[in-house]
C-alpha cells in the first residue's frame, strides 16, 4: 500500500491524546514528530549545503524527502503493530465493536488464574495494591479528594467495578508505552540505519556518473545490497571514525 501523507497526518492527531489508556499512541506521535523534524532538517542542510552542485541537489533534496518518508512511515506502521499486539486494540465497524487481543489481556488473564500466599488471585492483590496508591496519591491533594477516591474506588473495603476497569487501563496503558519504546529503539537501532545506508548506496552510485573520481573513495555503507563491486574495486570498510570523516569532506552529502 502507498505511502498516503495526509491519512498519515490524520492518523497522528487521532493517536495524539491525553487520555492515560492512549499513553503509547501519544509517545509513539512526538517520536514521529521528532523523526519529521530531523528528516526536515537534513534535507535542508543538503539543500544549502554550499559544496554541494546545483545539479546534485536536484537529486539529494527529493531523495532527502522520500528517504525521510519511508523512514518515518514504516517506523510509524510497524511501531503501531508492535502496541496493538502488546496492549490490545478496540475498534468500531458498522456499529460493533472489534476487540483484538493483545499480550497484556493474556498477562491479566494469567494473573485472574493463578494465586499469591494470602490466597488471593495475582489479579486481585495487583488490583488492592494499585487503588490504595491511587487513594493515597489523592491524599497528597487534600483530604477531601482522598474521600472522593476512596467512594469511587472502593465500597465497603470492596474494590469497585470502576476502579478495576481504571486498573485494566492503566496496566494496559503499561504495555502501550513498552510497545512505544520498543518501536523507537528497533527503528532507530535497525530501521534507520539500513534506509540510511541503502539510500547513501543508490545516492554514491548516483554521484559517481557525474564524479568518477568518487569511485576511487573507500566508501562503504554499513549495509550495502551487493557486495560484487566492493570485491570487484577491492575496497575496504571504513571504520565509523573513517565514514564520518569522508562524509564531512563534503564529497558526498547525504
Given at each position: 500500500?502507498?505511502?498516503?501523507?495526509?491519512?498519515?497526518?490524520?492518523?497522528?492527531?487521532?493517536?495524539?491524546?491525553?487520555?492515560?489508556?492512549?499513553?503509547?499512541?501519544?509517545?509513539?506521535?512526538?517520536?514521529?514528530?521528532?523523526?519529521?523534524?530531523?528528516?526536515?532538517?537534513?534535507?535542508?542542510?543538503?539543500?544549502?549545503?554550499?559544496?554541494?552542485?546545483?545539479?546534485?541537489?536536484?537529486?539529494?533534496?527529493?531523495?532527502?524527502?522520500?528517504?525521510?518518508?519511508?523512514?518515518?512511515?514504516?517506523?510509524?506502521?510497524?511501531?503501531?503493530?508492535?502496541?496493538?499486539?502488546?496492549?490490545?486494540?478496540?475498534?468500531?465497524?458498522d456499529?460493533?465493536?472489534?476487540?483484538?487481543?493483545?499480550?497484556?489481556d493474556?498477562?491479566?488473564?494469567?494473573?485472574?488464574?493463578?494465586?499469591?500466599?494470602?490466597?488471593?488471585?495475582?489479579?486481585?492483590?495487583?488490583?488492592?495494591?494499585?487503588?490504595?496508591?491511587?487513594?493515597?496519591?489523592a491524599?497528597?491533594?487534600?483530604?477531601?479528594?482522598?474521600?472522593?477516591?476512596?467512594?469511587?474506588?472502593?465500597?465497603?473495603n470492596?474494590?469497585?467495578?470502576?476502579?478495576?476497569?481504571?486498573?485494566?487501563?492503566?496496566?494496559?496503558?503499561?504495555?502501550?508505552?513498552?510497545?512505544?519504546f520498543?518501536?523507537?529503539?528497533?527503528?532507530?537501532?535497525i530501521?534507520t540505519?539500513?534506509?540510511?545506508?541503502v539510500?547513501?548506496?543508490?545516492?554514491?552510485?548516483?554521484l559517481?556518473?557525474?564524479n568518477?573520481?568518487?569511485?576511487?573513495?573507500?566508501?562503504?555503507?554499513?549495509?550495502?545490497?551487493?557486495?560484487?563491486?566492493?570485491?570487484?574495486?577491492?575496497r575496504?570498510?571504513?571504520?565509523?571514525?573513517?565514514?564520518?570523516a569522508f562524509?564531512?569532506?563534503?564529497?558526498?552529502k547525504?
Amino acid at each position: 500500500m502507498a505511502f498516503n501523507p495526509p491519512k498519515f497526518v490524520q492518523s497522528l492527531l487521532e493517536s495524539c491524546s491525553p487520555n492515560p489508556a492512549k499513553a503509547g499512541k501519544t509517545l509513539l506521535v512526538i517520536n514521529a514528530l521528532g523523526m519529521v523534524f530531523a528528516a526536515l532538517s537534513n534535507t535542508y542542510a543538503a539543500a544549502v549545503d554550499k559544496n554541494t552542485s546545483a545539479k546534485d541537489k536536484k537529486f539529494l533534496v527529493p531523495a532527502g524527502f522520500v528517504t525521510g518518508a519511508a523512514n518515518i512511515g514504516l517506523y510509524y506502521a510497524m511501531t503501531t503493530k508492535i502496541i496493538d499486539a502488546l496492549q490490545g486494540k478496540t475498534t468500531v465497524k458498522d456499529g460493533k465493536e472489534m476487540v483484538k487481543v493483545g499480550l497484556a489481556d493474556k498477562v491479566l488473564e494469567y494473573m485472574g488464574k493463578n494465586y499469591d500466599k494470602d490466597g488471593k488471585t495475582l489479579l486481585q492483590a495487583a488490583q488492592e495494591k494499585f487503588v490504595d496508591k491511587e487513594i493515597l496519591k489523592a491524599g497528597k491533594v487534600s483530604e477531601e479528594l482522598k474521600q472522593d477516591a476512596k467512594i469511587l474506588l472502593k465500597k465497603d473495603n470492596v474494590i469497585t467495578d470502576e476502579a478495576k476497569e481504571l486498573f485494566k487501563k492503566s496496566f494496559k496503558s503499561g504495555f502501550g508505552v513498552a510497545g512505544a519504546f520498543i518501536g523507537a529503539v528497533v527503528g532507530c537501532a535497525i530501521l534507520t540505519p539500513i534506509i540510511r545506508d541503502v539510500s547513501a548506496y543508490f545516492v554514491q552510485k548516483r554521484l559517481e556518473k557525474n564524479n568518477p573520481e568518487m569511485k576511487d573513495k573507500p566508501y562503504k555503507p554499513y549495509f550495502e545490497p551487493t557486495r560484487i563491486e566492493s570485491v570487484r574495486y577491492n575496497r575496504r570498510p571504513l571504520t565509523l571514525k573513517g565514514y564520518m570523516a569522508f562524509t564531512n569532506k563534503g564529497n558526498m552529502k547525504v
